[in-house]
T-cell receptor, first 111, second 114 residues
Framework: TQLLEQSPQFLSIQEGENLTVYCNSS?????LQWYRQEPGEGPVLLVT?????EVKKLKRLTFQFGDARKDSSLHITAAQPGDTGLYLC???????????FGTGTRLKVLA | EPEVTQTPSHQVTQMGQEVILHCVPI?????FYWYRQILGQKVEFLVS????????KSEIFDDQFSVERPDGSNFTLKIRSTKLEDSAMYFC????????????FGPGTRLLVL
């Protein structure tokens, strides 16, 4: 069974601080996505990474896919209250039609 | 920007009743998916659908569940005889291609079984 573990589970930081969220697995994924989910809403896609070692930037967010394609990280620079939410990683294996979701990291940024 | 839409946004039903959840995927997408998220838990894959047939399903997707693409735009999830534990948010997603392709999620239907 494929599992994606995210850490930390909960994170509360002050505005302006930097943070990193991790997504780890013992399985290899052909692609990995990061989502942000607000309460009562569907996950909203932030980024898709497909190449081992790939780094993508989205404004203050930096996403990295591990060289072995088993892990990923999300780094937020100078966090803002608007970054508050549940961050989910989801991985797909080659030859399958489904994404396996991680356990989620709930981020709260205090003003 | 095209998006996946789902109706209804909320559904309350009695245990044992049948429910049908509706989704309109993005128009040029070929792969369709249902996921569910029980309150406080992670998003779980239910089923994927391509070319008018199920491509893959999870162990959650038992005989109580079925999916259908009744016309060129709708994609439905039917739960034949709902149980209390079916209460969850149900998300539809679609993608243009399989595998490395991005899946776009709808806003979800919150199902409450009493």
């Amino acid at each position: 069974t494929q599992l994606l573990e995210q850490s930390p589970q909960f994170l509360s930081i002050q505005e302006g601080e930097n943070l990193t969220v991790y997504c780890n697995s013992s399985s290899v994924f052909s692609s990995l996505q990061w989502y942000r989910q607000e309460p009562g809403e569907g996950p909203v896609l932030l980024v898709t990474v497909v190449t081992g070692g790939e780094v993508k930037k989205l404004k203050r967010l930096t996403f990295q896919f591990g060289d072995a394609r088993k892990d990923s990280s999300l780094h937020i620079t100078a966090a803002q209250p608007g970054d508050t939410g549940l961050y989910l990683c989801a991985g797909a294996s080659s030859g399958t039609y489904k994404y396996i979701f991680g356990t989620g990291t709930r981020l709260k940024v205090l003003a | 920007e095209p998006e996946v839409t789902q109706t209804p946004s909320h559904q309350v039903t009695q245990m044992g009743q049948e429910v049908i959840l509706h989704c309109v995927p993005i128009s040029n997408h070929l792969y369709f998916y249902w996921y569910r998220q029980i309150l406080g838990q992670k998003v779980e894959f239910l089923v994927s659908f391509y070319n008018n047939e199920i491509s893959e399903k999870s162990e959650i997707f038992d005989d109580q569940f079925s999916v259908e693409r009744p016309d060129g735009s709708n994609f439905t999830l039917k739960i034949r005889s709902t149980k209390l534990e079916d209460s969850a948010m149900y998300f539809c997603a679609s993608s243009e291609q399989r595998d490395q392709e991005t899946q776009y999620f709808g806003p979800g239907t919150r199902l409450l079984v009493l």
